[in-house]
């Protein structure tokens, strides 16, 4: 099992790599490159042309600004591709969202939120354990160990606010 | 392989039909409801977690305004979940969007364009198609359809416009 | 007289902690919880729902993005739940304001201020006035105060321009 | 129990007779006001000064654009004051929205959504319910019916996909 | 000749300063204030009913976020109000521009851009100079030194670029 | 007392009579023009550079999308420059506030709602007002009126919702 | 001299029509396209990369909602492309015209208004006339005609509104 | 070939260098002005109407907030002008977005991206290289580079993120 790591530039690598962080903890490979729609089209279209073939089942595409390059992807494979928002200096994100998530109709990306690293790599992995089902047990462990820590800051919470009740 | 489907409301029925009809073209069943994340909060949560277990591999959710119920189904199945925005009579659909996509970090939805009923129902093929790969085959045969029909309307545009060349 | 306080992330506490300070300055007493509508949902849920059994009259929720916590307390108790947005890292806090104040028909959510506290605390005591007249009482003297803050103010300000006058 | 009901404008009525309705329905009594901040801000004041001795326990003020009516009568009063936003004929109700909800630190707006009239009739009810404990059983009810509601829908709506499950 | 200059909190200063120190340049008199429609609706409403009396001819009104001040001073006056947008910590000004520039039919706010307080100061001369030629013939000077400015910037650019001429 | 009155395109006419009506049943005098900021510059700055000249005392400028009609008046003529933005067939008017209102450090423009065309008319009258206490003192009338107006709705407005007291 | 024309659905062409009326009116060749970005990738490329070698000068790309077709063209040729925001049943336009003009560094499209066909026509123009300067003369006689039609409209308006004066 | 390049006012300068260091670099000659549309409105007209005479092939305008510079150039020259919106302390930019690419029919202004100082000078370049094959021969090396060191950055990152395979 394999996700195919894409973005549009390496100044992205400090949301991208949140979700990688989450792949490998899952025990997912990867494969990521930096891939522009716009400076090297011809490297993009050529590694989502070959992603089914070189073992890639979910693609994970992360850009700012006119953020074409999950859509792009998108075409040019049928893999499930998870579009990731990055936030660049203007605009505040919002331009990078509307680019990924308003595709035609044809072409869907899975969005997920601006700035979501995380997220592109739990929706991964969500998606994989559709076929892998020691995945999705995984992430119930996940999910009940998130829960484990919400609720000792709930309960530290309590405690930092008695003086309150 | 399944496909759960719901709507906050059954106002939201013309968009989500558009879903309805692609799943039933590639063959996918789908178990569709109507369940609302503040109306009948308990049915929707009983809805998802037993989403596994009556054999659904992907949900699709559609919701307007404050857009919860994407949102609410993904915390409480490890089953992808996909986001789709409806447009309300306010604010262009702008609310929906940001409700479902800007989930916190450790819950994602996979979203969708507003409106964007068919762009649900074939991401949720394509997620399907991970484990199926007969849907991956359908889906190409899909997208040559498609691309056949745009090729058509280009060589139509090419005669229509023949006097302005 | 006793408010249910309850934001989705540990977070947000610096934003709280000012209805906090509002509420205990009336003498009004709170539970403070940690609660997320996604990564703890049945604790969140069963708070909602056994709020006022606890004796808790009004609820305060705060969460940003997706925010979908106020909304979810609301949809599981007739408590009056007042909703405050918390600004995020991304898109000004607009996402978490459309996200609680757009709710659907049926289950309101009193929203207030992007990251007003104070005014969270304030809504709370005012609502509790209507049963507790006491409290509308110490509000009005909490008023005369603000007044007199400003009066000061004022009067600073006419010193600080003279050489303008 | 009674609720003062003010809109800045009597084109507001479609929108607030929502709000009415609710009322009616659970038995509160209502007075219902044209009153504009800049119009008639005398008379705007006084209603909302004299709105306590009048037996008034809440207030819902309904205005668009730059609207400020809501604010003003929560600054004469401290009965807590429901805002509603009315859609104009320009930016999609965002300005109304925007004018009522981001209130000052001191004196909060209980905002409900866009034209949502029969929420800010709902919330009216909620707060009141906080004491007369009738209200509360009646909101539950309410909420009992509605849920009725969406179940029907929900149950036609299986009936009407059948052909796609 | 005279301009009252009021804002809703002591922290605008720093945007109506620039105000100030226009009017000052033109030898226009004011009187400051920090009046509050929510906190001091009163004395701010007096402060615009007497406004004419007190010889004053034209008035500035400076406030963020719901920002009702300007409204609610035009509401209480014929003199030309003013009014400058402050941003506030969320949402970079916007709900402060629209606040004060969104007014309904009837009272009219002179509004300029989010803290523009020069040009809130140079509005009210321009105002001014209607009835006192001696300030239009001022701002001629004004203007002539401002282009005096823009020009020397524009040689000094000249300069600055030669090496790409 | 003579006012100029221009319109970017003769489109706008239907927001700018508004603004006619208002100054004749003042009894002001028009100049009344198209003129665009970027089709016919030299007559646009042939206009406002004249203006003084031929009387007139405060302006009105009507323009949509990127509205610069206004701005550029009140760059060339130090006679105040009222701005009106007009709503065109894409961004609900937005655009066009932000061109209008945004002005630069120098040279403000008055701005009023978008198709705020009464507004325009009164804000005129104001201006004029301050060299002309007559029209102050209808301007006063005025207000009586509308307020009569408003005072005669909300009198309807009782007896309407008698059902619901 | 020639202009390729590409939109990303035919639905596009009521708005890329007048585009193609300036250019035939100018006496300049078209080669007119429906190309998608994401459902004929390959073609569009195809167009793009042989666009320089048929002649074609300059490209005007017109498309919708995640309007990636007119960044995929510019990163395919050097020929200038201007881009056409076609506005879609959401969000106003505002999704493709931040899609279009928010390039990343190294690849501009030339943006010019949403639903603007006219003005791409005139662009496409303007930009052949830096090599053809006869073009550059017909486009000043374009203008001076349409000086003409606003001087025209200019005097209709000036009798239209005789009755203000 | 020459380029003229304004801005409207010098602190726009770090933004315009860019463009300026893109055409020294193809060997483009400049002419960099500081001209404001609304404080030397004389000297921006005359710069404008002058530029053809002067050599100048194609114009940058760079200018924020309500940025009429790029528009009123536009309007006074048939050299196609560029339009580079500059973000200021407040909005993000959207204000000069939308000031200059939402041009009315007739002048159209060629857009880029917020602070696209780069691209600006990119697309200078790509206009000029219509007349000129040399520069068009040179933008392809330009574009080369760019891939390159993208393709550098894309073998970094495999190299990098390696144990993440």
Same mark, same amino acid.
């Given at each position: 099992?394999?996700?195919?790591? #894409?973005?549009? %530039? /390496? %100044?992205?690598f400090?949301?991208?790599v @949140?979700?990688? /962080?989450?792949l $490998?903890?899952f025990?997912? $490979?990867?494969t990521? *490159? #930096?891939? %522009?729609?716009? *400076?090297?089209? @011809? ?7 070959? +992603?089914?073939? &070189? ?6 595409a992360?850009?700012? @600004? ?7 992807? +998108?075409?040019?494979?049928t893999?499930?591709?998870i ?8 605009? /505040?994100?919002l ?8 595709m035609p $109709? ?6 997920? +939120? ?5 997220n592109a790599?739990?929706l ?6 559709v076929? !892998?089902?020691e995945?999705? &047990? +995984?992430?119930k462990? !996940? =999910?009940d ?6 609720l000792e800051k709930? &309960?530290?919470m309590?405690?930092?606010? =008695? /003086?309150y *009740?």
């Amino acid at each position: 099992m394999k996700v195919g790591v #894409v973005m549009g %530039s /390496d %100044s992205d690598f400090p949301v991208v790599v @949140k979700a990688l /962080d989450i792949l $490998k903890a899952f025990g997912v $490979k990867v494969t990521v *490159r #930096v891939l %522009s729609a716009h *400076r090297t089209p @011809k490297e993009a279209l050529a590694f989502a042309m070959g +992603a089914s073939q &070189e073992g890639i089942e979910v693609m994970i595409a992360a850009a700012g @600004k006119s953020a074409h390059l999950p859509g792009v992807m +998108a075409a040019m494979t049928t893999v499930p591709v998870i579009g990731l928002p990055i936030m660049s200096s203007t605009l /505040d994100g919002l331009d990078s969202l509307l680019s990924i998530v308003q595709m035609p $109709k044809g072409i869907p990306v899975a969005t997920v +939120a601006i700035n979501g690293g995380e997220n592109a790599g739990i929706l991964a992995v969500q998606i994989l354990s559709v076929k !892998y089902p020691e995945l999705g &047990e +995984a992430m119930k462990q !996940y =999910r009940d160990q998130m829960q484990l820590e919400v609720l000792e800051k709930d &309960e530290s919470m309590v405690q930092k606010t =008695r /003086d309150y *009740r």
